[in-house]
């Protein structure tokens, strides 16, 4: 009979497994298209793997969304203020204060995306400020490469062996009621 700690065991491994497999797949595909930061995809896989298929689709979700509109709001920011440095640091310090007050205010999973809008702004925004010319490439390919990380481990996730919530759920909820029965038991007999 399997225990407890030995089924825990196995599905942490089994999530392993499919994390690296789809990391290995989005960095495969980051590199045959010729991308130049193949660690973005990789990273990005291990971000969204969540224990479950409905919260790894949340988290994916709402971080493309977030580095969409990041990506979207330094290629706005920068080439407007150019040719001025000194300013185009302060627009992009001011979107990624909004986005930090934007993902305090909002108290849901969906503040994720106003973080990603924020730091996916610094990520490409600052580097471009020496080099403006640069901006639109950046942005771009580091959409492409977190949304090649999104992909492979919403695939991998969801169509590989996947876990339900429901499964994990119940797998606790009787841990703990049978943790509950004992100590009353425990109690009942003086103990």
């Given amino acids: ?13 089994l999530y392993s497994v499919r994390s690296f497999a789809a990391a290995m797949l989005a960095y495969y595909l980051a590199l045959a298209i010729g991308l130049e930061r193949p660690s973005w995809a990789i990273i990005t896989v291990y971000i969204v793997s969540q224990t479950s298929v409905g919260a790894s689709l949340s ?16 290629v706005l920011i920068v080439p407007t203020f150019v040719n001025t440095p000194i300013l ?11 986005c930090l007050y934007l993902s305090l205010l909002e108290r849901t999973p969906r503040a994720y995306a106003f973080v990603l809008a924020g730091y996916t702004a610094s990520l490409i925004g600052f580097p471009a400020v020496a080099d403006p010319g640069t901006v639109f490439n950046i942005a771009i390919i580091r959409v492409q490469e977190i949304a090649i990380g999104i992909v492979c481990a919403a695939l991998i996730h ?34």
Avoid: E
Avoid at 4 to 12: E, I, T, V, Y
Avoid at 161 to 174: D, E, H, M, Q, Y
């Fill in 1 to 13: 009979m399997a225990t407890p700690a030995l089924l825990n065991d196995a599905h942490a491994l």
């Fill in 59 to 74: 988290r994916s979700l709402y971080r493309l969304a977030g580095t969409v509109a990041g990506a979207g709001a330094t």
């Fill in 88 to 98: 185009c640091s302060v627009m992009l310090t001011g979107w990624i204060t909004f």
């Fill in 158 to 191: 969801r169509y590989i062996l996947p876990t339900r919530i429901s499964g994990v759920f119940n797998s606790k909820l009787a841990q703990t009621l049978g943790a509950a029965r004992q100590r009353i038991a425990d109690t009942l007999a003086g103990k």
